[in-house]
């Protein structure tokens, strides 16, 4: 998506090695830290951005949302010298595509730019172990620890000396586990350190959503900490309120998906979906060559409303192996609202939903749909 380009101006960056962990005496004959156990059993290993549990994320379709990676590429390797904001901030509406960034962001950062350091922590509404903050800390102490190994023994060390660390403060959490690991490393205000936090507002405790933007904005409010959080979340009161505060806006960048570069790529992703049916579909030789047209496109991309979720949905209703893409394409055009006059974003994607709740006979393939 971006070319490999690890030059960054303004800035240099200091890359830890790990260090022969056989002659720490914390560590064992096997070279495995006994204090380890201390701090997994407070990861949610579901959180991160590539668990296997989260196996084929959303990500970004090839030439899609460009210029807002573009964004969240720059600011996040900007140098300690020319950053002004530590807190970016991405929403939207659900089904804007906020994940598939997230996802695509974390991707790009590991496998283009190996010298930044980068934990994340994917919330999520019907997961246990993700739809609250409790093991948020945890996780990311866990991943630094993988991507800066220097950094190990403070952390195992505190956790050893408290073991109940984990029941204390959130702000208690993150300084002692997170930022001072970070601030005891030489040089380490040169080298930048991401936390990726994905899906806010799936964390079911509206009152910890709030809580966890105040103690951000603290930490960050110094200006001279090693680190820069990327938060995603929808638009919601309580979190706009918290965003909106004055120890916290005046640190932040706002990233609003609402613009109108979505539309563009949602075409972009009809097209290369359709392509994609027109060539590997079972019933491919039933389809006319200039299908579907660029007007049918158009409609879709209307209907979307900026909305991705809507265009995926689409695209997985369609291109079925079991069903004709042409009839299926006709039935999505042929749909009427539930409600005329809705004007709300969603309101054809709940006519879709009802149509293919309406025509399947159990629930294994709705599940194939959706």
Not at 118 to 141: K, P, Q
Not at 303 to 325: C, D, E, G, L, M
Not at 359 to 365: K, L, R, T, W
Request: charged share 20%; with cysteine.
């Amino acid at each position: 998506m971006f070319g490999n380009n690890n030059a960054i101006l303004g800035g240099q960056f200091q890359v830890y090695q790990a260090q022969n962990v056989i002659q720490n005496p914390n560590y064992s004959a096997q070279g495995v830290d006994p204090r380890m156990p201390l701090l997994k059993e407070h990861v949610s290993t579901s959180a991160f951005h590539n668990s296997a549990e989260r196996y084929d994320p959303p990500r970004c379709h090839e030439n899609t949302r460009v210029q807002v990676l573009a964004k969240i590429r720059d600011w996040t390797l900007r140098s300690a010298q020319n950053r002004n904001t530590w807190i970016l901030w991405l929403n939207g509406a659900a089904g804007a595509g906020k994940s598939a960034i997230m996802q695509s962001i974390a991707d790009l950062l590991l496998l283009q730019y190996s010298f930044v350091a980068i934990t994340s922590f994917f919330f999520s509404r019907g997961d246990a172990t993700r739809n609250t903050i409790e093991s948020l800390v945890a996780t990311l102490a866990y991943q630094l620890i993988q991507h800066i190994p220097d950094t190990s023994d403070i952390i195992l060390s505190t956790i050893a000396r408290n073991p109940l660390i984990f029941k204390q403060s959130l702000e208690h959490r993150l300084q002692q586990l997170i930022i001072q690991p970070l601030m005891s490393l030489p040089s380490s205000t040169e080298r930048p350190f991401v936390v990726i936090i994905d899906g806010l507002d799936e964390c079911l405790d509206r009152d910890h959503q709030a809580n966890l933007i105040k103690v951000i904005g603290n930490i960050c409010r110094g200006r001279d900490v090693p680190i820069v959080f990327v938060i995603a979340s929808r638009r919601e009161l309580q979190i706009q309120f918290e965003f909106n505060q004055e120890t916290v806006s005046h640190i932040l960048e706002v990233i609003p998906l609402d613009d109108s570069e979505a539309s563009d790529d949602i075409r972009c992703y009809l097209n290369a979906k359709f392509t994609d049916i027109k060539k590997t579909h079972p019933f491919r030789h039933l389809l006319p060559p200039d299908w579907p047209t660029i007007a049918t496109v158009t409609e879709i991309v209307e209907k979307a409303s900026n909305q991705f979720i809507y265009a995926s949905t689409v695209i997985k209703y369609i291109s079925s192996p079991r069903a004709h893409p042409a009839q299926r394409l006709k039935v999505i055009l042929d749909l009427r609202l539930l409600n005329p006059l809705s004007e709300h974003p969603f309101a054809h994607l709940d006519s879709l939903y009802q149509h293919i709740f309406s025509q399947v006979e159990n629930i294994d393939q709705v599940l194939d749909i959706l």
